[in-house]
């Protein structure tokens, strides 16, 4: 249980969910590990959790849109936890609204915080880690590979995250920096957000319209997703760089081909 040990990593939207569980799972593996949200009582109480542990952890508030917030934040975890080795672009936002009642407004909300806040902390990675170099893990989705009604807006942010890595891990590469930048591209998962937008997790008509075409036959839990960013945040991953891993149970695999089975 020491796969991170002595590396220090920052997850950004860790009061919940996918980064909470991210974040836990890091410490539990060896790692010090910041936790930041807009929620700071949340990123706080993340930390204190895992701090309780015996690992070591910080929890603060964090707005990823803010260049000068990000200054701050890799500052602030350089000099408690120590030189940064993993940055994981984790916060996000999501909401459905068809075409014809998206707002310019909503739309730009959106990309400054799903793609905006990435392109910051990809940004204040490459500066903190320079020739020593480091791990980037962004948190995209499937919803970066293929296009969905009532999803204009966050299909566009996820489709930008995933090109903004291969550009990130190319350009490192060709300025001899040994940082390697990834993606991971999430089908749907159970956490409040996706409850909020789809009602994942209660027995609803839009649950029992997708689980059918999920080949493994649920929808995705946390620790689907820590366990992969583990494996990129680790050694174990050193020739993987500018990739998308997809976690989806097999859904965008299918999606085209398969429909619900009919009893």
Sequence with gaps: M???NGKTAFITGGAKGLGAEMARLFAAEGARVAVSDVDEAGARAV?????????KAIGFRHDVTSEVEWTDAVAHVQKNLGPLDIVVNNAGILAVKLIAE???EDFRHMQAINVEGVFLGIK?????????????INISSVAGLM???GHIAYNASKGAVRLMTKTAAVEAGALGLPIRCNSIHPGIVATEMTRVNYG???VNTVSDAVIPTIPVGRFGITTDISAAALYLASDESAYVNGAELVIDGGWLA???TRAPVQE
């Design 47 to 55: 930390a204190e959790e895992i701090s309780a542990t015996g690992a």
């Design 254 to 256: 299918g999606r085209m």
């Design 2 to 4: 020491a796969r991170l």
């Design 102 to 104: 998206q707002t310019l």
């Design 124 to 136: 204040a990675a490459f500066l903190a880690m320079g020739a020593r170099g480091g791990n980037i």
């Design 200 to 202: 994942v997790g209660v």
């Design 147 to 149: 296009g969905s009604p």
